[in-house]
């Protein structure tokens, strides 16, 4: 059974930092790219940030500069360092595990910028 959960979500006041955490079970987590999604009140699922195999990134032009994907193929877990956030940045955010033609979502965690 394929299992990835996210935790490390909550409320943070803006130019604040979170760090999401997406740990894998289930499957060989070191031939997946893993990808961080978001999805804020009323609009479509957006891609974040990816990590592939060979741990080469790709950002939003949206975060980039202020989040930094990573992964540990060890621990079969993903990371999601968010600085400086943004009210904007409050969403729900995924984990993604894809492989050829599987794909694997976690639950989300909410993370909420306000003051």
């Known amino acids: 059974q394929v299992q990835l959960v996210e935790s490390g979500g909550g409320l943070v006041q803006p130019g604040g930092s979170l760090r999401l955490s997406c740990a894998a079970s289930?499957?060989?987590?070191?031939?997946?790219?893993m990808y961080w999604y978001r999805q804020a009140p009323g609009k479509q699922r957006e891609l974040v940030a990816a990590?592939?195999?060979?741990?080469?990134?790709n950002y939003a032009s949206s975060v980039k500069g202020r989040f930094t994907i990573s992964r540990d193929n060890a621990k079969n877990t993903v990371y999601l360092q968010m600085n400086s956030l943004k009210p904007e940045d409050t969403a729900v955010y995924y984990c993604?595990?894809?492989?050829?033609?599987?794909?694997?979502w976690g639950q989300g965690t909410q993370v909420t910028v306000s003051s």
């Open positions: 993604n595990a894809r492989m050829a033609t599987r794909s694997y």
């Open positions: 990590v592939s195999i060979s741990s080469s990134t």
């Open positions: 289930g499957i060989n987590f070191s031939i997946y790219a």
